[in-house]
């Protein structure tokens, strides 16, 4: 009897101990808890601590925190059918456990909720917008856009959405060699388009460096000859006026320079000595035979 008494007090003991773990539950810092019953929610707990309810009843915990999200690159194509790869992510909070237990469950299954929003978002708001948009001021604005659309889709979870933004925005790999093929091509036709013009503008100048050549030389040419001319008539009329002043100097001066000119030190001349070369020579011999 007593051994009876003894085992039916430790089963008790363990059954009180088994309900007493059932109905307690503890509620982290960071987390908010909702306790189901039969599948229905009963109360929501957002305080901290040591919590009890009821061993038929079971408790649901979701993050307080703000929480991540990061769906797979979206292709896009924009309004003026430029496809662009879009890599965006999202930060929100569960505001109402309530709301967010009775529409998504669980956080996976809102997750994948979430992704679909933003996925579509991005196709109806981007694909009303051109290139140019995301590659200049507008972008804050067409973000700003986007956040909007899924925070008013997301409310109905009880989830605040506190931030939506485009992390990249990339050309796929096809359109980017396609892109770059035709940059290299564009810069190529114009560096082509410089080369020529600066041919062009090097043969025109050559030319009007070569005209200009020509007009000085024949200018040169053309004055030279004129002082030639002119020379040449000074020096004529000197010859004549010293001609016509004394015939008889002129003569004597003008053999003088023939001496000079073609006899030298080593200079040797086969002459007959009455020629006629070597008439003043004869008159010097002349003079010195004259002479006292």
Excluded: C
């Excluded at 059954?15 to 509620?27: D, H, K, P, S």
């Excluded at 939506?164 to 940059?183: E, K, Q, T």
């Amino acid at each position: 009897m007593n051994r009876s008494m003894i085992a039916g007090v430790i089963v008790g003991a363990i059954v009180l101990i088994l309900v007493a773990f059932n109905a307690l539950f503890i509620v982290d810092q960071t987390a908010q808890a909702l306790v189901i019953q039969f599948g229905r929610p009963v109360r929501e707990v957002r305080a901290p601590g040591l919590h009890v309810k009821a061993p038929w009843q079971n408790a649901v915990f979701y993050d307080r925190r703000l929480l991540d999200l990061e769906p797979a690159p979206e292709s896009v194509t924009l309004r003026d059918q430029n496809r662009l790869l879009i890599d965006a992510y999202a930060r929100y909070r569960i505001i109402n456990p309530l709301q967010f237990y009775q529409k998504a469950g669980t956080e996976a299954r809102f997750q994948q909720n979430l992704s679909l929003i933003i996925s579509g978002t991005l196709f109806s708001v981007l694909g009303t917008q051109p290139l140019s948009a995301l590659l200049s001021q507008d972008r804050d604005k067409v973000i700003s856009e986007i956040g909007s659309k899924v925070s008013d889709q997301a409310k109905p979870f009880g989830v605040e959405i506190v931030d939506v933004r485009i992390r990249r925005a990339d050309l796929p790999p096809g359109n980017s060699d396609a892109i770059y093929a035709r940059m290299r091509s564009e810069r190529q036709r114009e560096a082509n388009e410089y080369r020529a013009q600066g041919a062009e503008q090097a043969q025109g100048i050559r030319a009007r460096a070569e005209r200009d050549r020509t007009v000085i030389l024949a200018e040169a040419t053309k004055q030279s000859q004129i002082l030639r001319g002119q020379g040449d008539a000074e020096s004529i009329k000197t010859y004549a006026d010293a001609f016509g002043k004394d015939m008889e100097f002129f003569t004597f001066y003008r053999s003088l320079e023939a001496y000079r000119t073609a006899l030298g030190p080593d200079t040797t001349m086969v002459l007959s000595p009455d020629s006629e070369f070597f008439q003043y020579f004869g008159q010097h011999k002349a003079v010195k035979a004259t002479g006292p």
